[in-house]
């Protein structure tokens, strides 16, 4: 129920946000969901970084789980993109130092790593409280699905910017 709360809050103060901050709120919804208790997480700071991909490495990230290549569309997409050198397919890594001072304070640094491009952007990876460790496919909808989905996101991480 406190969860339900919480969300609840954090979508209604989550709109009209920039791509940025959405890469910001949507890792720190993940934190928290990971937390004890959500409501007993103290944010010290979050950080942003990103950089270009490669081409190899951007089409292994923009792969669905469990496809061996892209679709042809995407290759397409590809083609153009890194023909032209504009609008290319970008890593996206979120630091947030936090501390969960439920029965057991603990001051933790939670990593949340995204891949963006043209036409989607989608958590890869994330480190989170506790050791937990999520990854896109199964094991991400496994975690969404025993939780709830935080703001910007479906249950298959894939995030509504565009």
């Excluded at 928290?32 to 089409?59: C, M, Y």
């Amino acid at each position: 129920m406190r969860i339900s709360v919480l969300m609840l809050g954090l979508i209604l103060a989550g709109c009209g946000n920039s791509e940025e901050d959405i890469f910001k709120e949507n890792c720190e919804d993940l934190l928290k969901i990971s937390a004890v208790d959500p409501f007993k997480v103290s944010v010290h700071r979050i950080d942003l970084s990103e950089g270009v991909l490669a081409r190899n490495k951007a089409e292994e990230l923009a792969k669905e789980p469990g496809q061996t290549s892209i679709n042809p569309s995407t290759r397409a997409a590809f083609d153009t993109w890194y023909g032209d050198n504009k609008n290319l397919p970008r890593q996206i890594f979120v630091q947030i130092d936090a501390t969960d001072e439920g029965k057991s304070p603990c001051r933790e640094k939670v990593i949340c790593r995204y891949y963006s491009d043209e036409t989607q952007s989608k958590l890869v990876s994330a480190s989170l409280f506790g050791g937990k460790r999520v990854t896109e496919g199964y094991p991400l909808r496994l975690f969404l699905t025993r939780s709830v989905t935080p703001r910007h996101m479906d249950v298959f991480g894939n995030l509504r910017i565009k």
